[in-house]
């Protein structure tokens, strides 16, 4: 069982950065790949960022890319996501979620494979 607690978002201008952070409860945290996924109203939730279990692979979605980076610290079982060149489309409740880290390559960016989800966090970018 994994227990996961999203923190870091809030309110920023266009061209601002943001550093949500995930804590994750749990002896096993090291064998679990986590995502973040994002909400926007309205919206169907999306695949953000992935990271493997042991940080070696990461995975982003294109409109991410060159702007958010996903890091994570298994000594301190965290998950980060670095958010740079914030856009106004980049407005929606983050979470991070986490699953056994298999089948990589083929479930990294999808919802259903993921097995533990934090609440949420909300980011709002204002143009």
């Known amino acids: 069982q994994v227990q996961l607690v999203e923190s870091g978002g809030g309110l920023v201008q266009a061209g601002g950065s943001l550093r949500l952070s995930c804590a994750a409860s749990?002896?096993?945290?090291?064998?679990?790949?986590m995502g973040w996924f994002r909400q926007a109203p309205g919206k169907e939730r999306e695949f953000v960022s992935a990271?493997?279990?042991?940080?070696?692979?990461?995975y982003y979605t294109d409109s991410v890319k060159g702007r958010f980076t996903i890091s994570r610290d298994n000594a301190k079982n965290t998950v980060a996501l670095q958010m740079n060149s914030l856009h106004p489309e980049d407005t929606a409740v983050y979470y991070c979620?986490?699953?056994?880290?298999?089948?990589?390559?083929?479930?990294?960016?999808?919802?259903?494979?993921?097995?533990?989800w934090g609440q949420g966090t909300q980011v709002t970018v204002s143009s």
């Open positions: 990271i493997k279990k042991n940080g070696e692979s990461t």
């Open positions: 979620a986490a699953k056994y880290d298999s089948n990589w390559s083929s479930t990294r960016a999808h919802p259903g494979a993921y097995e533990y």
């Open positions: 749990g002896r096993t945290f090291s064998s679990y790949a």
